[in-house]
């Protein structure tokens, strides 16, 4: 193996490329985006993640990875692109297919193909083998064939991608070997071979289990808010058993993973993943539960102001792909009673398509600080620095993130709103 063409820069893809090239290999990356093509090919990227602007500036500068709008012959192609869902909730894989056409002029026998895009299953077997085989292509004896999702944390993707034990499912046992031997190559972690159904369920179960669990921890704080309980005071309690290990509530879920593969499940399975589709409307109605919070907040001032912090799905990272925060900012937008300010560190103008503010220009004044993600920007929001400036120092924290003195502010934690009260 000497070359890798990886298609897709995003995310996933240009820390997979960056990892590859700081390995020793040569590699093209492939993206339809002239813009981050161009970026790239000067050692810049276009998103955050921790240490990778430092490792991409060094590969492109040796010579190792290097950007381009159009595929080229490889030993080895990796396909890294999204895969979002229609309205109606079924796996959009286009993504996926046009990539797959894309590379298939520059594919030679004894090539290996692996897709770590995320799929539902059987869409190796159902949908990529067979593009490829009809182009005269044996994916049994020509081709080697094989699906590896993605399984890593944003904020971690360097050291994931190395140390994380990765799955290889094959169409054929030679190309579960052939993809893994791959990976092997710079994983520290374990390398598992598999089928390529198996695979693909193995990824789709880990971010379900996690939805299905953020899900249960989401109702206990409808219920808890109803009996006059503190959630997060059960939970911690309850995660001292040594079997139990609840997740913690918040505004919903998020992100192109724990927000978006149960669906790729429920869509080949309706009659059997009622839990499965259950877990995925209640953590859907988190956004409108915290928007009705607010509401109550607020309920008695003329256009209150509502700082709004933070914008993506999780903490530290600039991605909001699914985020509920957006959710919850389109909510208290188009009600039209509020003056928003919203202020996120990490996300940069130009993703979206409304004013940011700074920290001082959406506090000052504010009625309701409504914390919707867990920056440690956040966490570290000294009392002193809302009491001063807010109109009325009023704290919705829906990722029960702060450590303010209670006793100068008034906090409100999304596990713990039984005794909310009109300002």
């Given amino acids: 193996m000497k070359k890798i063409c990886v298609i897709g820069l995003g995310y996933i893809g240009l820390p997979t490329a960056a990892v590859f090239a700081k390995a020793g290999y040569d590699i093209v990356g492939v993206d339809v985006n002239e813009r981050v093509v161009s970026s790239l090919n000067k050692g810049e990227i276009h998103i955050e993640e921790v240490g990778l602007p430092e490792v991409v500036k060094e590969v492109v500068e040796n010579g190792k990875l290097r950007a381009s709008v159009t595929p080229e012959e490889a030993d080895v192609f990796i396909i890294a692109v999204p895969t979002p869902i229609h309205e109606d909730t079924t796996a959009n894989i286009d993504y996926v297919v046009d990539a797959t056409k894309a590379i298939i002029p520059y594919l030679q026998k004894g090539n290996v193909v692996i897709v770590e895009s995320t799929i539902p299953p059987r869409t190796m077997d159902d949908v990529v083998a067979p593009l490829i085989e009809e182009k005269g292509l ?57 089928e390529a159904v198996t695979a693909e369920m193995s990824k789709l179960m880990e971010n379900t289990f996690r939805d299905v669990n953020i899900a249960l921890a989401n109702e206990l704080v409808k219920i808890s808010q109803r009996l006059d309980v503190n959630a997060h005071k059960v939970i911690e309690l309850a995660n001292k058993h040594p079997r139990v290990n609840i997740h913690q509530p918040g505004p919903g879920v998020g992100g192109h993973c724990l927000a978006v593969d149960p669906y790729f499940i429920v869509e080949k399975a309706v009659e059997e993943s009622p839990l ?131 006793s100068k502010a008034t906090v409100y934690k999304i596990g713990n709103l039984s005794t909310i009260k009109v300002i």
């Fill in 276 to 406: 499965i589709s259950t877990a995925r409307k209640i953590n859907n109605s988190m956004p409108s539960f915290v928007v009705q919070q607010v509401q109550h907040l607020t309920s008695e001032l003329e256009k209150p102001v509502v700082a709004v912090f933070g914008l993506t799905y999780k903490g530290n990272i600039d991605d909001i792909r699914e985020s509920p925060a957006i959710e919850v900012l389109e909510m208290l937008q188009h009600s039209n009673r509020y003056e928003l300010r919203i202020h996120d560190p990490h996300v940069r103008a130009d993703q979206v398509s409304f004013s940011l503010q700074s920290f001082e220009e959406a506090i000052t004044g504010a009625n309701v600080l409504l914390i919707l993600t867990d920056h440690n920007e956040f966490k570290s929001i000294q009392t002193e620095d809302i009491v001063n400036k807010m109109k009325t120092p009023v704290v919705l924290d829906t990722r029960n993130c702060t450590n303010l003195d209670e």
């Fill in 138 to 194: 044996d994916t049994g004896y020509d081709i080697y064939l094989a699906h590896c999702p993605e399984r890593v944390l944003p904020g971690r993707i360097l050291i994931e991608l190395v140390e994380n034990t990765r799955i290889v499912g094959g169409t054929t046992p030679e190309a579960a070997k052939k993809a893994a031997d791959v990976y092997r190559a710079v994983v520290t972690g374990d390398v598992v071979e598999t």
